[in-house]
């Protein structure tokens, strides 16, 4: 009798929790090519309307609750849906489901932790969270098994620190050793610390581009560039500040700054050596990302050689405990 009441009382906690954990929902600003802009501090929007359901926009389908807003800027449209729908969708965006599962569930609370900490930081925002990588991809509805499994093995779990979720920055390639975010954020995280790491499976390992004069003079909208030099250097060896030489003098700006004016992809990372031949700048680096927090070619070589998806968290956020989130 007693082992049938224990068997029904946690059978009911399960219920509970899975009823729980799918009411969670997160709102998702879509940001893409049709929709480039991020509502500004000041702006006034108005709601032009909302429906449920799917919306196809440029080929790709956003399942759930829609809202589209217009502000000073252009359109906004912020999908909302249950935040384990959209963990899937963001793993299978961030990495390829072909990846071996240990790395797919090292992924899924990694973007699990993140959604819900940004979650937790934006207050009275019109959502919580951007589909770019200005946070992390979300390319609407990609079913995939290998994934679903992923996160359902993984369900509800969230790595904090002090019982709060912690932020869970990851990126594509480090180069060979992760960077500390007070070099890129300007904030120091005692779970986030610099350690090295071999991600020679990345394309992006080591990498090389060509840039003609007029491209960065544009980029920049700094006229009559004579030069460019590395200023200083991070912790970690990256590029911190670059010296931009022109006729009026000598202009010193972040390399972070540089590398989004000369956009994410064409410049992977602050990783890089610079020569100049002529009209042309030649950048030689290592990554691609900002280089803070996991790794995820890292994480896919670590579970390739036997590491589970708690090893791998452990490495890239040391101290931090899995913990099932604190639902509404």
């Excluded at 990694?110 to 959502?127: C, E, F, H, N, P």
């Excluded at 969270?129 to 946070?135: D, Q, T």
């Excluded at 390639?173 to 120091?188: A, L, Y």
């Excluded at 992006?204 to 920049?220: Q, T, V």
Aim: with cysteine.
């Amino acid at each position: 009798m007693k082992k049938s009441i224990s068997f029904i009382l946690v059978l009911m906690f399960i219920l509970f929790f899975d009823n729980a954990i799918a009411s969670e929902k997160i709102k998702v600003l879509i940001v893409n090519e049709y929709y480039p802009n991020i509502p500004s501090n000041n702006e006034k929007i108005e709601k032009l309307g909302n429906m449920k359901g799917t919306l196809l926009v440029m080929g790709t389908k956003y399942t759930g609750d829609i809202e589209v807003w217009k502000g000073d800027n252009g359109l906004y449209i912020i999908n909302e849906l249950p935040l384990e729908e959209y963990i899937k969708d963001v793993v299978a965006a961030e990495v390829s489901s072909d990846w071996d599962i240990e790395a797919l569930k090292a992924q899924a609370v990694v973007s699990r932790t993140y959604a819900l900490y940004q979650k937790k930081i934006s207050g009275g925002s019109l959502y919580h969270i951007a589909s770019s990588v200005l946070h992390q991809v979300y390319k609407g509805n990609n079913p995939d098994a290998r994934v679903a499994f992923a996160v359902e093995e993984t369900k509800g779990e969230i790595l904090t620190y002090n019982n709060i979720p912690i932020a869970a920055f990851y990126h594509s390639t480090c180069g060979g050793k992760t960077e500390n975010p007070e070099e890129v954020f300007g904030k120091s995280y005692p779970y986030l610390k610099s350690v090295e790491t071999k991600c020679d499976l990345s394309p992006y390992s080591e990498w090389e581009r060509s840039m003609d004069i007029k491209e960065i003079e544009k980029a920049l909208n700094i006229p009559l560039i004579k030069n460019i030099s590395i200023a200083s250097y991070t912790s970690t060896n990256r590029v911190k500040e670059l010296n931009i030489i022109t006729d009026s003098g000598v202009l010193k700006i972040p390399s972070t700054e540089f590398r989004k004016a000369i956009g994410w992809s064409r410049l992977p990372s602050t990783n890089f050596s610079i020569s100049k031949d002529n009209n042309t700048f030649y950048f030689e680096g290592k990554g691609y990302g900002h280089g803070v927090g996991m790794c995820q070619w890292c994480a896919l070589k670590m579970a390739r050689e036997g590491k589970n998806y708690k090893e791998i968290l452990s490495y890239f956020y040391p101290g931090t405990i899995i913990k099932l989130y604190e639902y509404r």
